[in-house]
């Protein structure tokens, strides 16, 4: 991946990022490409698309964190959207959580080759970090990429929010119909919906951010356990 290239596509998206932060990113498509061979981490390979439907969908949400410190990435996968979003605010504290084993060691040498300070990946299940102390009610921003339909994302995000803390949630063209089934997710988990923006993305559809507001106290029986979120949503 070239650096020139990366450079023109990043600024016609609109973002700037610093010469150090070009290297870190070239660095982190490396490592995708170099373990993906053996843990199938993405299906998106080439430098192109690794650009538009990785980096540039990921930094998406820049503007919308830049007040936040505490940042949580549920189902962080191969680090999408919370590494390129680090590199570009490496003051701001990172919490990546996935299921899956081999993405976290995947994301911990990612983390350890780039020199990413104030982040961490923990293999856990999003359900069982929500009832934890050590995250319950922490985070000022949660993540979530490609994880689950709104009515799940919001089940598994109010419980690691502080209250006015937010889900920002990555979504396709199905946002207003997953958006109209959260109805009784949002009343149940006292949220609300305070912004939905669109964006456009080469190679990609009608690309959304939507964004979800705490509003008051999640009750203790949530997140339900025994994958209830998703098998039976709110």
């Known amino acids: 991946m070239k650096k020139d290239y990366l450079t023109e596509k990043l600024l016609q998206a609109g973002f700037n990022l610093s010469d150090e932060q070009l290297s870190k990113l070239q660095e982190f498509a490396l490592l995708l490409a170099e373990h993906n061979k053996n843990l199938n981490l993405t299906a998106i390979t080439e430098d192109e698309e690794i650009i538009n439907k990785h980096f540039i969908d990921s930094l998406q949400a820049a503007s919308h964190i830049e007040k936040s410190q505490k940042i949580v990435d549920i189902g962080s996968g191969a680090g999408f959207p919370s590494i390129p979003l680090k590199i570009m ?68 995000s109010a419980p690691l929010l502080k209250t006015g803390g937010k889900l920002i949630a990555y979504k396709g063209e199905k946002a207003g ?10 009343k149940e988990l006292k949220c609300q919906i305070s912004e939905v923006k669109e964006y456009k993305i080469d190679g990609l559809k009608a690309r959304y951010l939507v964004i979800i507001e705490k509003m008051g106290f999640t009750p203790e029986i949530y997140p339900r356990s025994g994958n209830k979120p998703r098998k039976k949503p709110l």
């Open 177 to 186: 119909e997953e958006i109209e089934n959260a109805k009784n997710a949002l």
């Open 89 to 156: 605010y490496p003051q701001k504290r990172f919490l990546l959580l996935d299921a899956l084993r081999k993405r976290i060691n995947f994301l911990n040498i990612a983390i350890n080759q780039l020199n990413l300070e104030n982040i961490e990946a923990t293999h856990i299940r999003i359900e069982e970090a929500g009832r934890q102390e050590e995250y319950r009610a922490k985070h000022d921003v949660v993540l979530a990429r490609a994880v689950a339909e709104l009515n799940t994302l919001i089940e598994y």
